[in-house]
């Protein structure tokens, strides 16, 4: 079952002037072509570690799946702490592939702890964790390839309290670290309190990171098949391997939005059309933002690249966005994510018949008005000369998803190629890391908290 693009809607043959020349792919060939050299020679070195994930893990997706049955049997809860990579993967992935009620379900229909995600540092929402939880029947996994972000330590800091407090010298088995081998207080965390662990592989950033240990124990804890989602990236890999530039999904995606970003669509909406799908959106906006997002290129030239990402989801969103997508400026990129086949139908029944109006809806699926929508805002944004393409999953599994996933990878590992950046650093992020450090008073950051001090102190001019 393969993932399908459809760019049509990208092209001048659908939106005249405002869409992109054959001419102008072929004028991309050589860049497209030292782009996909630098990704594909590279495999596995430095950080592209991920693109070995699917072949090089069979002993570990043995120990997690352990891992994994273990805890299924004995919690009723399964905790992430994690922020950015380490919580977005982890969260996509069970809205895809798990109903999506799934901590509602009674525990025989779950067969499966609850599963939670708490990737921010507000108190009300943790507070709020530990109301509905009982912190002795619950696993937490702390996810952090630094082992040093503020947010996930100090809410392992509150969870390992409590778990002390409740449970004695039993707490550390309710916490497995997944973290750098051997980088970062985590792992010496691990070591000391003899916590279970999974290592996040080198040459494995946060957000490349879904298809390693952060994402597979989680999705393993729920019942989902991990090694089919491994094939369905190997799948996606073989496709994304060879140089055939209008065969090859990533690449010629990749040149796409290159060429739209020369055009000045600096946006990059995400829009799928099914509930599942909504958080492959969030998670596809952190890749495509912070991997593209940068200051300057490879040779420090000042350049200020990247294209905004945003999420919409359909239908829901035709109801908020499409109107400015449809007529508002010439500057995004929408990618539709389509699925033919949803896993299960809801037939709007006959009545009404009084009622012309509303009749018309009656003895269809839903699934098929979904489509029927999504097939209509595709006319009216080509209608309007808005560039749009559509990624078309047969059906949202484990493979299917694994290929989804895979492809957007790809996909931003060619860009990134294309606008000659570091596709892997995070220099902005890491500013605002070291900016709470220094504030906090952690020992190491004096001097960035002297620079601080000395910025300009807000005026009373500018507020109202
Ligand atoms: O992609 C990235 O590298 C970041 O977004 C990180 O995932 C995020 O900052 C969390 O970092 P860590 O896993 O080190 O706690």
Not at 49 to 77: H, K, P, T
Not at 125 to 139: E, S, Y
Not at 198 to 214: K, L, N, T, W
Not at 296 to 325: A, E, F, M, W
Request: charged content about 25%; overall charge negative; aromatic content about 8%.
């Amino acid at each position: 079952m393969e993932i399908r693009i459809d760019y049509n809607n990208m092209m001048q043959a659908a939106l005249g002037e405002k869409g992109i020349s054959d001419v102008e792919i072929e004028a991309y060939a050589k860049r497209a072509k030292a782009a996909f050299d630098a990704v594909i020679n590279n495999r596995g070195k430095g950080m592209q570690g991920w693109m070995e994930l699917m072949y090089n893990q069979s002993d570990i997706v043995r120990e997690i799946n352990e891992c994994a049955l273990n805890i299924r049997e004995n919690f009723d809860n399964f905790v992430v702490l994690g922020i950015g990579g380490s919580a977005l993967g982890p969260i996509a992935v069970f809205q895809a592939l798990k109903h999506p009620y799934f901590n509602e379900l009674t525990a025989s229909k779950r067969n499966a702890p609850r599963f939670y995600v708490l990737d921010n540092v507000d108190p009300e929402r943790m507070n709020a964790l530990f109301d509905i939880i009982d912190v002795k029947r619950t696993m937490f996994n702390v996810i952090s390839k630094s082992g040093a972000t503020s947010e996930t330590m100090s809410q392992y800091l509150i969870v390992d309290n409590l778990l002390r407090e409740k449970l004695g010298k039993e707490a550390h088995r309710h916490i497995i670290a997944t973290t750098d081998k051997s980088k970062g207080n985590l792992i010496k965390l691990a070591h000391t309190n003899e916590y279970k662990t999974f290592y996040i592989p080198d040459g494995v950033g946060g957000r490349f990171s879904e298809i390693c240990p952060v994402g597979l124990l989680p999705a393993a804890v729920l019942g989902i098949d991990i090694a089919k989602l491994l094939e369905g990236c190997a799948k996606m890999d073989k496709r994304c391997s060879s140089f055939d530039l209008r065969h090859n999904p990533a690449l010629i995606t990749a040149v796409l939005q290159s060429i739209a970003m020369d055009k000045g669509r600096n946006i990059s909406v995400m829009m799928p059309y099914a509930d599942s799908l909504k958080y492959i959106a969030d998670w596809y906006c952190q890749l495509w933002g912070e991997s593209l997002g940068k200051a300057v290129d490879k040779n420090n030239n000042v350049v200020n690249r990247g294209q905004t990402p945003t999420k919409s989801l359909g239908v829901t969103d035709q109801h908020s966005q499409i109107q400015l997508y449809t007529e508002g400026p010439f500057d995004k990129v929408i990618t539709f994510i389509e699925v033919e086949r949803f896993r299960s139908k809801l037939e709007i029944p006959v009545r009404c018949e009084d009622f012309p109006d509303v009749n018309f809806l009656c003895g269809h699926d839903m699934g098929e008005l979904l489509n029927t929508e999504l097939k209509a805002t595709k006319y009216s944004l080509c209608k309007a000369q808005k560039m749009n393409y559509s990624i078309i999953l047969p059906e949202v599994n484990e493979n299917t998803l694994g290929q989804l996933l895979y492809l957007f990878m790809m996909q931003t590992a060619y860009c990134g190629e294309l606008l000659e950046i570091d596709t892997y650093n995070q220099p902005g992020v890491e500013e605002g890391k070291n900016a709470t450090y220094a504030l906090f008073g952690r020992k190491g950051y004096e001097t960035k908290r002297e620079e601080l001090s000395n910025a300009k102190a807000p005026s009373k001019e500018y507020t109202a």
